[in-house]
């Protein structure tokens, strides 16, 4: 059973940083794509960030600058580095990952979320 298992989310002052990990456990098949999503209240799910197994990155343009991500694709895990937080960054938190199987079957996976509020 695959599982996304995230770390890191909390409490952080405007103009702080967080980083968020998250570690995909239960696959051996190619995970192709990891990355964030974030859901604030009243809002629709959006990319924060993803990388591919390749190594290339897709990061929206509101988020350059100020986000970066990594993957491990040895440990299976995806890190997203959070720098200049403001109170829109406050949101739910969710790890993604596209897994391929042999059949070239794709499924898509989600963490539980995690709460990242920036407040003072």
């Known amino acids: 059973q695959v599982q996304l298992l995230e770390y890191g989310g909390g409490l952080v002052q405007p103009g702080g940083s967080l980083r968020l990990s998250c570690a995909v456990s239960g696959s051996s098949d190619e995970i192709y794509v990891m990355g964030w999503y974030r859901q604030a209240p009243g809002k629709e799910r959006e990319l924060v960030a993803a990388?591919?197994?390749?190594?290339?990155?897709n990061i929206p343009e509101s988020m350059r600058g100020r986000f970066a991500i990594s993957r491990d694709n040895a440990r299976n895990t995806v890190d997203l580095q959070m720098n200049g937080l403001t109170a829109e960054d406050t949101a739910v938190y969710y790890c993604h990952a596209k897994i391929i199987d042999a059949m070239t079957s794709v499924y898509e996976y989600w963490g539980q979320g995690t709460q990242v509020t920036v407040s003072s």
């Open positions: 990388q591919m197994k390749s190594g290339a990155r």
